[in-house]
């Protein structure tokens, strides 16, 4: 019962955005990510999702917030993966360089949990990306994105990868509420000169 009010709590926003906030948006892809400076791991594959509240500041320049998790999974050699699930919020810009084309850099932090043969913990994250998105329609963009993300591990060790991956964002408020892009103006003047007929 909590969990529905929890959801439903969650709905009323998105279906109110317009009121609330001026956009919403949800924005998944699947992850490549590459560990630095550690031998022992591998490259591994992941996934990555987020809820985004978009504050427009006239036609081209987007600022907002966000709320986002996924995991990453790093092989290694002989053992179990070193797998990663993390969940964060942070803050982004977008800037509309034209009617299809969009730039966009993140940064969020939050926690992570690690599990490795059977042991785990929890612990810091943070990290930022650049994204670069193609506006299919109002509500639907796809978009390819790059980062890099900094994991405390140990005083001497943090775990760093940089992420790549390309995935598709939806525009909520657009999806719940669309909005009319229809304008007029005049575009050029006649003279019209009056005709009798007996």
Do not use: C
């Amino acid at each position: 019962m909590k969990t529905f009010r929890v959801f439903s709590l969650l709905a009323l926003l998105i279906a109110n955005s317009s009121l609330l906030f001026s956009q919403a948006g949800f924005r998944v892809m699947p992850s490549f990510n590459v560990p630095l400076e550690k031998d022992y791991f591998r490259a591994g594959f992941g996934a990555a999702a987020s809820l985004d509240w978009a504050f427009p500041l006239g036609r081209r320049w987007s600022p907002g917030i966000l709320a986002t998790g996924g995991f990453t999974s790093f092989p290694l050699e002989h053992v179990a993966s070193f797998t990663i699930f993390n969940a964060g919020a942070g803050i982004f810009s977008q800037w509309r360089l034209s009617d299809k084309f969009s730039i966009r850099t993140s940064g969020d932090a939050g926690i992570y949990q690690y599990s490795w043969e059977g042991e785990g913990n929890t612990k810091l994250y943070a990290g930022g990306s650049l994204s670069f998105l193609y506006h299919v329609t109002p509500f639907l963009s796809f978009f390819i994105d790059g980062g890099y993300y900094w994991h405390s591990f140990s005083q001497r060790q943090p775990i760093n990868n940089i992420r790549s991956g390309a995935g598709v964002h939806l525009n909520l408020s657009e999806l719940l509420k669309p909005q009319a892009r229809l304008r007029g103006g005049k575009t050029a003047q006649y003279n019209v000169f009056p005709v009798y007929f007996a």
